[in-house]
T-cell receptor, first 116, second 115 residues
Framework: AQKITQTQPGMFVQEKEAVTLDCTYD???????LFWYKQPSSGEMIFLIY??????QNATEGRYSLNFQKARKSANLVISASQLGDSAMYFC?????????????FGKGTTLSVSS | NAGVTQTPKFRILKIGQSMTLQCAQD?????MYWYRQDPGMGLKLIYY???????DKGEVPNGYNVSRSTTEDFPLRLELAAPSQTSVYFC??????????????FGAGTRLSVL
């Protein structure tokens, strides 16, 4: 079974609109972290936001927020006021306490295209 | 602000050749990782290290070796290159406080083709 599932291969949004990128996860570990990374066409991996499993409030970082629904095991990324520079691949990832080296397990990604 | 530095950025190898991908970080992170990313996919863990002198296998270690003699450096060695090792390789590091706060910072990647 996949640990991280991103069901949207591609998403399209217009500038200044908000967009939600979906992510569901599967773990039996009570302690874990959830992360979102952005990969622009240039190829680097850019950390955006993280949420700890014990955090009570949803994480926010500027225009990014993480909609964490623990019971549903979902960790959706919300980007408000989209910009052309947001066009990229977005990866959801998880780190588990019992995972080797607490390494990240990645989903397959969602390609976001922002148009003017 | 160097962060995580990977060299080279691009490389073409012939089948059977060997090479070392270099990775260095200047953030005094204890954990370091090597991932590979195949086209259209997420990253998969090759090897990781929790400190100097300590390394262990990840999900896809076959055909690779690593060493960690210092906190800063974590080279990845390909001994006998095969076409299946054509991929983009990322090195990452973190100061792990546990799974919940293990924010990993990535290098720019090495694009490797084996022909």
């Amino acid at each position: 079974a996949q640990k991280i599932t991103q069901t949207q291969p591609g998403m399209f949004v217009q500038e200044k609109e908000a967009v939600t990128l979906d992510c569901t996860y599967d773990t039996s570990d009570p302690s874990y972290g959830l992360f979102w990374y952005k990969q622009p066409s240039s190829g680097e991996m850019i950390f955006l936001i993280y949420q700890g499993s014990y955090d009570q409030q949803n994480a926010t970082e500027g225009r990014y927020s993480l909609n964490f629904q623990k019971a549903r095991k979902s960790a959706n990324l919300v980007i408000s006021a989209s910009q052309l520079g947001d066009s990229a691949m977005y990866f959801c990832a998880m780190s588990e306490a019992n995972q080797a080296g607490t390494a990240l397990i990645f989903g397959k990604g969602t390609t976001l295209s922002v148009s003017s | 602000n160097a962060g995580v530095t990977q060299t080279p950025k691009f490389r073409i190898l012939k089948i059977g050749q060997s090479m070392t991908l270099q990775c260095a970080q200047d953030m005094n992170h204890n954990y370091m990782y090597w991932y590979r990313q195949d086209p259209g996919m997420g990253l998969k863990l090759i090897y990781y290290s929790v400190g100097a002198g300590i390394t262990d296998k990840g999900e896809v270690p076959n055909g690779y070796n690593v060493s960690r003699s210092t906190t800063e450096d974590f080279p990845l060695r390909l001994e006998l290159a095969a076409p299946s090792q054509t991929s983009v390789y990322f090195c990452a590091s973190s100061y792990s406080w546990g799974a919940e706060i293990n924010i990993q910072y990535f290098g720019a990647g090495t694009r490797l083709s084996v022909l």
